[in-house]
């Protein structure tokens, strides 16, 4: 399995982004993907997850209301949608998969993409 993210950028606060995450090597019905965060000196952090085949997605108390992700099947590809954007928010964004189920921490994901900058500028 191979994610590859991109997306990111610098961006002023209150600005917004939309980050991809294509995935390939595997058949996706199953799995869980989830994004992750990282800033300079802190753990990565949970942001959310969705389900390749349906529902809806769980998110982080810190993004709700402002991150979005959603699936596009036929490009294998996840989204985030990041809007007002603040500088708490400044980070690497990681995807992930993980084979079943949804999960907050990290050591659930079985693949990581390599992250893309998200910087948010005041």
């Known amino acids: 399995v191979q994610l590859q993210a991109s997306g990111g950028g610098l961006v002023q606060v209150g600005g917004s982004l939309r980050l991809s995450c294509a995935a390939s090597?595997?058949?996706?019905?199953?799995?869980?993907m989830g994004w992750f965060r990282q800033a300079p000196g802190k753990e990565r952090e949970f942001v959310g997850y969705i389900s390749w085949s349906g529902g809806s997605p769980y998110y982080a108390d810190s993004v709700k209301g402002r991150f979005t992700i959603s699936r596009d099947y036929a490009k294998n590809t996840v989204y985030l949608q990041m809007n007002s954007l603040k500088p708490e928010d400044t980070a690497v964004y990681y995807c992930?998969?993980?084979?079943?189920?949804?999960?907050?921490?990290?050591?659930?994901?079985?693949?990581w993409g390599q992250g893309t900058q998200v910087t948010v500028s005041s």
């Open positions: 992930a998969a993980k084979y079943s189920g949804g999960g907050r921490y990290t050591l659930q994901y079985d693949y």
């Open positions: 090597g595997d058949t996706f019905s199953t799995y869980f």
